[in-house]
């Protein structure tokens, strides 16, 4: 099990660092003629849709959702499209590029571009994501989110120490 362990968070931040190699001034829309698995194609539409519903039902009911960028972990189908709805309203055209994925059993690593324009803010950003999921059947057990948020703020013409607004 810790064999299993290691190679997910080896596999991981090889993703990271190749995402990051990537850059963000280019990227299609999902990779060509590769197949990707069922659950990141529904996990990607359901972050480029309008309905945070959508993002809930991809996870089990007591999955879990973390943005490693910000420090915040949410529980459960209803949490997840809570968070989900929170971000379209701060973000404009919030979404997800997926640019390759990788299974190895349960364990599915996600190698994309997250972007959008947060409202306000003088320009749009463009960032490396790389995305850990946890499976569990054909539904997410637990996702883990590892982003730039000070690529996100430089990007976006923010200062460093924004935060969004409270109402």
């Known amino acids: 099990m810790k064999l299993r362990s290691n190679l997910a968070v080896a596999t991981l931040i ?9 850059g963000t001034t280019a990227f299609a829309a999902q990779p060509a003629g590769r197949h990707l698995p069922g659950v990141v194609t529904e996990w990607s539409a359901a972050w480029n849709g309008t309905g945070p519903d959508a993002l809930g039902a991809v996870f089990t009911a007591d999955g879990t959702y973390t943005d490693q960028a910000i420090g915040v972990t949410f529980h459960g189908r209803q949490e997840i499209a809570g968070w989900k709805a929170r971000t379209d309203g ?12 990788y299974r190895d059993g349960r364990h ?16 749009p950003f463009a960032v490396p994501l790389a995305t850990l999921l946890t499976t569990d059947g054909h539904r ?3 996702d883990q989110d590892f982003y730039s948020l000070g690529a996100v703020l430089a990007q976006s013409g923010l200062p460093v120490d924004w935060t969004p607004p409270t109402s």
Not at 14 to 22: C, D, E, F, K
Not at 90 to 101: K, M, P, Q
């Open 140 to 142: 997410i057990a637990a």
């Open 90 to 101: 701060l973000i404009e055209n919030v979404h997800v590029t997926v640019r390759a994925a």
């Open 108 to 123: 599915v690593t996600v190698e994309g571009v997250y972007a959008g324009h947060i409202k306000g803010a003088p320009e």
């Open 14 to 22: 090889g993703a990271m660092v190749t995402t990051a190699a990537l």
